[in-house]
């Protein structure tokens, strides 16, 4: 079946634009995780959701990033006033309630000029 | 703080030796640990993990709590095993922590 899918797959924004990011996760998965990965580095938790609810946040940088769930299946990141560090991969995944293997999209690669 | 080391950037080995890529880890509970791998132009993937005690692809990882250590090894190299590999701590319910990883690379 389909995996989880990222658009755009690549971005490229001035300093100071709001972008969005989607993620469709796989069908049925509740599980849904936003991490962010900067160059040479490997991948940083950002934020968890369990349906349709932030279940954990504590990753988010800072109050310029925000993300939603609004129907509990696609998943939306928020970033305001990029900043050029934020340019990085964005990378989401999905898992289901009982299993716990989380299933990476491809990623978007933002890069703010 | 829960933090997952992987001391080596880069490895080379030749095809047919054995591998191991090293992973340390810092948790205050009992860990849940993994290894994910992204092969060039694909997706991160879950490679193996500690509670399965099962072999893929010919990498075992053995939980050393002692040595608080997860490290992947391969008796013999493939030209196949050249990939970018993470090793990952679940932190709480489902969040992972991730190291930084290690590009393997098999020479012919």
């Known amino acids: 079946g389909a995996g989880v899918s990222q658009t755009p797959s690549n971005k490229v924004t001035e300093k100071g634009k709001y972008v969005e990011l989607r993620c469709d996760p796989i069908s049925g998965h509740t599980a849904l995780y936003w991490y962010r990965q900067s160059l040479g580095q490997g991948p940083e938790f950002l934020i968890y959701?369990?349906?349709?609810?932030?279940?954990?946040d504590s990753g988010l940088p800072n109050d310029r990033f925000f993300a939603v769930r609004p129907e509990g299946s696609v998943s939306t990141l928020k970033i305001q006033r990029t900043e050029r560090g934020d340019s990085a991969v964005y990378l989401c995944a999905s898992s289901s309630t009982r299993g716990d293997e989380q299933y990476f999209g491809p990623g978007t690669r933002l890069t703010v000029t | 703080a829960q933090r997952v080391t992987q001391p080596e950037k880069l490895l080379s080995v030749f095809k047919g030796a054995p591998v191991e890529l090293k992973c340390n880890y810092s948790y205050s509970g009992s860990p849940e640990l993994f290894w994910y791998v992204q092969y060039s132009r694909q997706r991160l993937q879950l490679l193996l993990r500690h509670i399965s005690r099962e072999s893929i692809k010919g990498f075992t990882a053995d939980l050393n709590k002692g040595e608080t250590s997860f490290h992947l090894k391969k008796p013999f190299a493939q030209e196949e095993d050249s990939a970018m590999y993470y090793c990952?701590?679940?932190?709480?319910?489902?969040?992972?922590?991730f190291g930084q990883g290690t590009r393997l690379t098999i020479n012919p």
């Open positions: 990952a701590l679940k932190r709480g319910a489902q969040k992972l922590v």
């Open positions: 959701f369990q349906g349709t609810g932030a279940a954990d």
